[in-house]
């Protein structure tokens, strides 16, 4: 078993402040990693530092982490009575208002556990739906989410502690609505759900239409995806002066932002900023996020950025691709761009994904370095989306002809004895109406 301990100094969104000033401001969290015996030690001290992160992002201050082996699944507290009492302990040594599982824990063993340790439990879904909610700007973005916390607390009503808010979670002797209001308040949420639901698919319906705007045009759509905090905004910053809101921190965007690009040679594509992958995401925030991870599903090439100064880059690479099989999006040209090369974490690891895809783009979007490198990789992706090609087109079919000049470019025209020979570029997506003239030159 390891146990470390966390003080301010280890947070530096702290840095300068009082102690009693901390214990006012923020809640006191013990952090608890539960490790099966599958797992190597490595791979468990870097689910606790993301949980840390998370936590971190969430508000509360972290002042204990304790790794457990799970080797026997405890139906009713998910840990043994001896590890209950250990934690009971903790908490008052450290006058924790908060303990925070890194995995999902049942509404049974979270009920049970707050009653034994008389303090509120949460598990990392709900750090992640609380980070969710606060970061929440957009209309779409607040539906999206308020939905996923109604759906995950449904069958939570039954709680001791209800919220995370310093008003009114987190601190001992706030319970929840009494049993006789249980039923009332089930059908209130379920109402509410409902009502939601309804409202949600308004609002992706405008964004649907947006899209297929975009969509019709003869502009390459191309999606940045990638880990959260891997610096996907940043570069879109960078490469368009977009003003997407930047911070060192977790989920910092939730909605997506499409900018134009100009390439070298002026050809111009739109990137869309989306919101970062993070492993084992909660599937009520997935199915309710669906429409804003579509901008990747529906983007004719994609950006996967990677952090070289994760502590694990190759474990992030591999959750975004989880995350692209999910929403079908693994059959689009993709370049893997690997961002904070000034900050590197493991040499080994950016060797590594160098050697497992290719193409990759190193570069540091602080430093401005690799950018170059970057938009000409876009452009050799574009070539390869779009090829010249030749079609014959028969003289009856000038619609054929106007369809081409809208949704490609038009390189030459030559009018023949057999008909227009069109020498053009233009997306896949484009060219089913015109398949049936290509010819070769």
């Known amino acids: 078993m390891e146990i470390d301990t966390i003080t301010e100094k280890d947070d530096p969104s702290v840095k300068g402040k009082q102690i009693h000033d901390i214990e006012i401001e923020r809640q006191r969290a013990i952090l608890l990693v539960l490790v099966p015996t599958t797992e190597?030690?490595?791979?468990?001290?870097?689910?606790?530092?993301?949980?840390?992160?998370?936590?971190?992002?969430?508000?509360?201050?972290?002042?204990?982490?304790?790794?457990?082996?799970?080797?026997?699944?405890?139906?009713a507290t998910l840990i043994g009575s001896g590890k209950v009492a250990e934690i009971k302990g903790l908490i008052d040594t450290y006058e924790s208002d908060l303990v925070i599982f890194d995995q999902g824990i049942s509404p049974r063993v979270q009920r049970n556990l707050e009653k034994e340790w008389e303090c509120c439990v949460i598990d990392r879904d709900e750090v992640i739906l609380q980070i969710f909610a606060d970061r929440a700007a957009t209309k779409e973005a607040s539906l999206q989410v308020e939905l996923a916390r109604l759906e995950y607390s449904l069958p939570r009503l039954t709680r001791m502690w209800v919220g995370l808010s310093r008003q009114h979670g987190g601190v001992k002797g706030n319970k929840g609505s009494g049993e006789q209001q249980l039923e009332l308040d089930r059908r209130q949420i379920k109402e509410k759900i409902t009502l939601l639901k309804e409202q949600l698919k308004k609002v992706q319906q405008q964004r649907s239409i947006q899209r297929s705007q975009r969509q019709n045009g003869n502009v390459p759509l191309g999606a940045i995806v990638g880990y959260t905090n891997s610096g996907k905004s940043s570069l879109l910053n960078a490469l368009t002066q977009a003003g997407v809101l930047v911070e060192n921190k977790l989920f910092a965007t939730l909605d997506p932002?499409?900018?134009?690009?100009?390439?070298?040679?002026?050809?111009?594509?739109?990137?869309?900023?989306?919101?970062?992958?993070?492993?084992?995401?909660?599937?009520?925030?997935?199915?309710?996020?669906?429409?804003?991870?579509?901008?990747?599903?529906?983007?004719?090439?994609?950006?996967?950025?990677?952090?070289?100064?994760?502590?694990?880059?190759?474990?992030?690479?591999?959750?975004?691709?989880?995350?692209?099989?999910?929403?079908?999006?693994?059959?689009?040209?993709?370049?893997?761009?690997?961002?904070?090369?000034?900050?590197?974490?493991?040499?080994?690891?950016?060797?590594?994904?160098?050697?497992?895809?290719?193409?990759?783009?190193?570069?540091?979007?602080?430093?401005?370095?690799?950018?170059?490198?970057?938009?000409?990789?876009?452009?050799?992706?574009?070539?390869?989306?779009?090829?010249?090609?030749?079609?014959?087109?028969?003289?009856?079919?000038?619609?054929?002809?106007s369809h081409i000049r809208r949704s490609g470019q038009v390189l030459s025209i030559e009018y023949l004895d057999t008909g227009i020979l069109v020498e053009t570029q233009i997306l896949k997506r484009y060219q089913n109406p015109i398949l049936a003239f290509k010819v070769q030159k």
């Open 257 to 401: 932002t499409t900018r134009t690009v100009k390439l070298p040679g002026g050809v111009e594509v739109l990137l869309s900023d989306t919101v970062g992958f993070v492993s084992d995401l909660p599937h009520n925030l997935v199915d309710s996020f669906k429409s804003t991870l579509e901008e990747a599903k529906y983007a004719d090439f994609l950006i996967i950025v990677c952090d070289a100064s994760h502590p694990d880059m190759l474990g992030s690479y591999t959750t975004t691709v989880k995350v692209l099989e999910e929403l079908g999006c693994t059959d689009k040209p993709a370049i893997v761009m690997i961002n904070k090369m000034d900050a590197i974490h493991d040499d080994f690891a950016v060797a590594r994904l160098k050697s497992m895809y290719s193409p990759v783009v190193e570069t540091s979007v602080l430093k401005g370095e690799g950018l170059d490198d970057l938009l000409y990789q876009i452009g050799e992706t574009l070539h390869a989306l779009c090829p010249i090609t030749y079609y014959l087109i028969p003289e009856s079919r000038y619609d054929l002809i």
């Open 40 to 75: 190597d030690r490595l791979h468990a001290k870097l689910r606790g530092e993301e949980l840390q992160a998370l936590v971190s992002t969430m508000g509360p201050l972290t002042v204990h982490i304790l790794t457990i082996p799970l080797r026997d699944h405890n139906s």
